[in-house]
């Protein structure tokens, strides 16, 4: 069965503290690895697609990367903006569009 | 911008009650989707619909139906709201091929059932 498993649950930061978020997957082969940011009340909102191992992409403070396991979210000197539920998702080999979502992250950045 | 639009915010129902929740996308995608959100289950997918009158079951399709007659819209019915349908209900869209994990999400529909 296809998982994905997303760390820390919450994290809470100061302004300016750099960190990573985690998403690891286990499928049956990859097409693809996305990551979403959700803010309360509202519908998540697309961030990154990663396709194979050791690739990265990159938007203002957030950095993606994967590897064959897993990947990271590193966000770079965080403002309270960038506050948020980051998930994660999966789009397994055998698949066309049932993506598999992880439970997400909830990021705290305090002024 | 791309805008997928849903009906209704926030909705309550009555148990047995019928209920319809519509959403409208602008992009021309081939590919709109009904998700369902709930805290400590994340996002759940209900059923996928890749063309009009088209559609799949997702994971959780029990209680629910679709319907696709345009493009641009794709409504979920609850034919018999039940408590246990209580929830946070998303709409995207996207297109397909190797893009197909880029949706374009809607601000959702928060249903209760008394």
């Known amino acids: 069965e296809d998982q994905v498993t997303q760390s820390p649950e919450a994290l809470r930061l100061q302004e300016g503290e750099s960190s990573s978020l985690n998403c690891s997957y286990t499928?049956?082969?990859?097409?693809?690895l996305f990551w979403y940011r959700q803010d309360p009340g509202k519908g998540p909102e697309f961030l990154f697609t990663?396709?194979?191992a050791g690739e990265e992409k990159e938007k203002e403070r957030l950095k993606a990367t994967l590897t064959k396991k897993e990947s990271f979210l590193h966000i770079t000197a965080p403002k309270p903006e960038d506050s948020a539920t980051y998930l994660c998702?999966?789009?397994?080999?055998?698949?066309?569009?049932?993506?598999?979502f992880g439970k997400g992250t909830l990021l705290t950045v305090n002024p | 911008d791309v805008k997928v639009t849903q009906s209704s915010r926030y909705l309550v129902k009555r148990t047995g009650e019928k209920v319809f929740l519509e959403c409208v996308q602008d992009?021309?995608?081939?590919?709109m989707f009904w998700y369902r959100q709930d805290p400590g289950l994340g996002l759940r997918l209900i059923y996928f619909?890749?063309?009009?009158?088209?559609?799949e079951k997702g994971d959780i399709p029990e209680g629910y139906s679709v319907s696709r007659e345009k493009k641009e819209r794709f409504s979920l019915i609850l034919e018999s709201a039940s408590t246990n349908q209580t929830s946070m209900y998303l709409c995207?869209?996207?297109?397909?091929?190797?893009?197909?994990?880029?949706?374009?999400f809607g601000e959702g529909s928060r249903l209760t059932v008394l």
């Open positions: 995207a869209s996207g297109p397909g091929g190797r893009m197909v994990g880029e949706l374009f």
């Open positions: 499928v049956s082969g990859l097409r693809g």
């Open positions: 990663l396709y194979s």
């Open positions: 998702a999966v789009l397994p080999g055998g698949s066309n569009y049932k993506l598999t």
């Open positions: 992009m021309d995608h081939e590919n």
């Open positions: 619909s890749y063309d009009v009158k088209m559609k």
